[in-house]
């Protein structure tokens, strides 16, 4: 029987990437992603050339807890990476370009990528904005020569849809195809065959299998177990032993490359949420007119998710997470599922009453669950409008 063919596109450093598209003049140059509004780029015009210009926030004196989200390799060589603390950033690299997190052309530019590829393979699995799994089992022979050609001209054709570049991975299944698709970034195009997983993979930390993190690498090492080769040839049983049966079976399995998943073509998704960080804590009191404006747009921005996705939902819910930490949230299931933005709102909103609100806040989300697809709801009925004064605490 002839081995499963699997690719793994990941988008290279995506965020910053779409950003440069944007602000092509910041190519080059160590740029983060993962400011607030406050660092929007500013136009002005050159009173020389009289042409449109633009200047840049930067990472010195950044005071707040804002976490990168992203960065490009540029920022990247200098010790920068996705969930480092901005202010540690700026100690770093006081002179990197800090830009605002815009989700709303990520998510354009990711549609864009995916439809690109289903064009060329169309069983693919999304795991996400900026990756995707392809199955190539059925579309070309176990010949290197045509793997090499389909997976260039799926990366041809990203490029081609959105000016972007992408790296890909191939093996015989996901966990391989995944960890290949990271060993030649950015612009990479990587074909594991035989032989490749002694020489390629197994040097590589025991982290780099997806599924070990940074407390499980940790514990690992404790017991001088730092490659994958290293785990590969550890006992099975002190495996068991030491992390458990399901998991320690499973790090032996994946050490050796053996991995059974297949790639799933649709699930349906259980709830569709938008949630949001602050710059800095928000009291219901002094910053009312700023909490109702985000929540209004987590609400159209779930309300649009739920339209374009084909979803209608009944269980619309909030998160909150104050200063101190504590996350509490609440929902509430409303008669027919919808997908309006108002409906949304106000059912949120609700919520929001049952939730104390004498701390500040730090994070808001909100989400709607128990997804059908609209086409398959009968009647999407609007609900009467209730008196504004009740809408929201927010208001």
Known sequence: MARNIIAHLDMDAFYASVELLRYPELRGKPVVIGGGRRHQPAE???PVTQEVARTFSTLRGYVGRGVITTATYEARALGLHSAMGMMKAAALAPEAVLLPVDFDAYRH???LFKAAVCAVAPHIEDRGIDEIYIDLTDAVRDDTA???AIAQSIKDAVREATALSCSIGVAPNKLLAKIASDLDKPNGLTLLGDGDLERRIWPLPARRINGIGPKSAARLATYGIHTIGDLAHADPT??????????GEWMHEAAHGRDERPVVTHSEPQSISRETTF?????VRRDRGELSSIFTGLCNGVSDDLLRKGYAGK???VKLR???FRTVTRDSTIAVPTQDATTIRRAAGECLKRVPLERRIRLLGVRVGGLVRSDAV???AREPEPPSASTSLFE
């Open 44 to 46: 002005y015009v050159d």
């Open 109 to 111: 530019y990711s549609r």
């Open 146 to 148: 045509q793997v090499a």
């Open 238 to 247: 002190f495996l068991v032993a030491t992390f458990g049966r399901a998991h």
């Open 279 to 283: 710059d800095r804590d928000l009291s």
């Open 315 to 317: 269980t619309i819910g």
């Open 322 to 324: 104050y200063d101190n």
């Open 378 to 380: 009968a009647s999407m």
